[in-house]
C-alpha cells in the first residue's frame, strides 16, 4: 500500500495546483497515530520547514502556518488504519520466514 500526502492549493487564475509527497511504509502508523492525535485535539498543526545544506547544518525556514485538520468520517479513517497494520503484519511475518531460512 501507498500512503501520500497531498497539499493542494489555487492560483489567482483560480487553477488547482497539487503536490505529493509519499510517506514511507515504515512511517505509516506514526503517521496515523499523528493524525489521529491531531483530529482529536482542538489545537492546530504547525507547519514549518528546515533548511539542510550538504554539510549538513540545519537552518529553519523563515516560512511557517498554522492549520486545523478536519476528518471527512471516523469509520473511512478506522478502515485506513486497519489496512495498514494489515500490511505491517505481513510485513513483519514475511521478514520472520525470512529470517528463519
Same mark, same amino acid.
Given at each position: 500500500?501507498?500512503?501520500?500526502?497531498?497539499? #493542494?492549493?489555487?492560483?489567482?487564475?483560480?487553477?488547482?495546483?497539487?503536490?505529493?509527497?509519499?510517506?514511507?511504509?515504515?512511517?505509516?502508523? $506514526?503517521?496515523?497515530?499523528?493524525?489521529?492525535?491531531?483530529?482529536?485535539?482542538?489545537?492546530?498543526?504547525?507547519?514549518?520547514?528546515?533548511?539542510?545544506?550538504?554539510?549538513?547544518?540545519?537552518?529553519?525556514?523563515?516560512?511557517?502556518?498554522?492549520?486545523?485538520?478536519? $476528518?471527512?468520517?471516523?469509520?473511512?479513517?478506522?478502515?485506513?488504519?486497519?489496512?495498514?497494520?494489515?500490511?505491517?503484519?505481513?510485513? #513483519?511475518?514475511?521478514?520472520?520466514?525470512?529470517?528463519?531460512?
Amino acid at each position: 500500500m501507498k500512503l501520500r500526502l497531498i497539499l #493542494k492549493t489555487k492560483t489567482k487564475k483560480n487553477k488547482e495546483l497539487s503536490i505529493k509527497f509519499p510517506i514511507a511504509p515504515s512511517k505509516h502508523i $506514526g503517521f496515523i497515530n499523528f493524525i489521529n492525535l491531531a483530529l482529536s485535539q482542538d489545537i492546530p498543526i504547525e507547519l514549518s520547514f528546515e533548511k539542510i545544506s550538504k554539510t549538513g547544518e540545519r537552518e529553519e525556514s523563515k516560512i511557517f502556518g498554522q492549520f486545523k485538520l478536519q $476528518g471527512k468520517t471516523d469509520s473511512k479513517m478506522y478502515e485506513l488504519e486497519e489496512e495498514i497494520q494489515d500490511v505491517e503484519r505481513k510485513r #513483519k511475518k514475511l521478514q520472520q520466514k525470512r529470517k528463519q531460512k
